[in-house]
Nanobody
């Protein structure tokens, strides 16, 4: 059983910062990529940022220069540092991990339960 546990969401004023964390646990051989997605009310889930095992990152245009994704491979944990937050960043943020099963080495997509980020004055 693979679990992704997110933390760090909350309420913040415009211009503020938050740091999200996502810890992966369970029967995995390796994590090939991790990422953050978000879903605002009435909208589809969208990519925020991804990071591959080698450290290559990818960001949505809307967050470039404000958000930074990072990961600790030894701890199987990913982070999303969010600065200069805007009201339009308000959404439920979901962690994603593409991980290889330790027995079969097959790759699977895993998701966290989501954490609410609200940017409001």
């Amino acid at each position: 059983q693979v679990q992704l546990v997110e933390s760090g969401g909350g309420l913040v004023q415009p211009g503020g910062s938050l740091r999200l964390s996502c810890a992966v646990s369970g029967s995995i051989f390796a994590i090939t990529a991790m990422g953050w997605y978000r879903q605002a009310p009435g909208k589809q889930r969208e990519l925020v940022a991804t990071i591959a095992s080698g450290g290559i990152t990818n960001y949505a245009d809307s967050v470039k220069g404000r958000f930074t994704i990072s990961r600790d491979n030894a701890e199987n944990t990913a982070y999303l540092q969010m600065n200069s937050l805007k009201p339009e960043d308000t959404a439920v943020y979901y962690c994603n991990a593409v991980a290889m099963d330790e027995t079969t080495l097959a790759s699977y997509d895993y998701w966290g339960q989501g954490t609410q980020v609200t940017v409001s004055s």
